[in-house]
T-cell receptor, first 111, second 111 residues
Framework: GAGVSQSPSNKVTEKGKDVELRCDPI?????LYWYRQSLGQGLEFLIY????????KSGLPSDRFSAERTGGSVSTLTIQRTQQEDSAVYLC?????????FGSGTRLTVV | GENVEQHPSTLSVQEGDSAVIKCTYS??????FPWYKQELGKGPQLIID???NVGEKKDQRIAVTLNKTAKHFSLHITETQPEDSAVYFC??????????WGAGTKLIIKP
């Protein structure tokens, strides 16, 4: 597609449940990033995939968070045993030559 | 590692006036400096970028200036309009490294 696609756009889940967030990057973009953004706050880096290299997981806040990127394309961010503090907008971006293109994000609400 | 500081955190200007947002960076090897605009409910969008081999770049009402010696760069918006109201993020990176982000500036255009 023409842009970065994220799904779902909104997700409400109960505390303790697992959630999966999907990102479909721009075709040909080798780099893929996940960020978290709490209301009115900046961009918190979570994880970075570059080609076939091992991902940079240094931003993941706990071992409840994991992500994978299959076939160098689609990525899934998984949050296990969700907590209320996980409520935020999760943004995905892809890049080829430096500039990032962001998706519209998934707004996650944990109740 | 790289650190990017952005000021001010909030900027309120009268419609038609100019707005300037400033960022400083710490790593002298950084060579790519983009600016992103984030409207409510959307992901950040690239509005202008500059590489370290130039000092200024313009695109209609927006311009970015770069001072490599002082390690700072600025976004200038002239003749501000209501649709310029948004959060603006600066970022910096070295070649083949991921972007390091400023904390964001909320720009408010007063009618």
């Amino acid at each position: 597609g023409a842009g970065v696609s994220q799904s779902p756009s909104n997700k409400v889940t109960e505390k303790g449940k697992d959630v999966e967030l999907r990102c479909d990057p721009i075709s040909g973009h080798t780099a893929l990033y996940w960020y978290r953004q709490s209301l009115g706050q900046g961009l918190e880096f979570l994880i970075y995939f570059q080609g076939n290299s091992a991902p940079d997981k240094s931003g993941l806040p706990s071992d409840r968070f994991s992500a994978e990127r299959t076939g160098g394309s689609v990525s899934t961010l998984t949050i296990q045993r969700t907590q209320q503090e996980d409520s935020a907008v999760y943004l995905c971006a892809s890049s080829r030559d430096g500039g990032y293109t962001f998706g519209s994000g998934t707004r996650l609400t944990v109740v | 590692g790289e650190n990017v500081e952005q000021h001010p955190s909030t900027l309120s200007v009268q419609e038609g006036d100019s707005a300037v947002i400033k960022c400083t960076y710490s790593d002298s090897a950084s060579n790519y400096f983009p600016w992103y605009k984030q409207e409510l409910g959307k992901g950040p969008q690239l509005i202008i970028d500059i590489r370290s081999n130039v000092g200024e770049k313009k695109d209609q009402r927006i311009a970015v200036t770069l001072n490599k010696t002082a390690k700072h760069f600025s976004l200038h918006i002239t003749e501000t309009q209501p649709e310029d109201s948004a959060v603006y993020f600066c970022a910096a990176s070295k070649s083949n490294y991921q972007l390091i982000w400023g904390a964001g500036t909320k720009l408010i255009i007063k009618p």
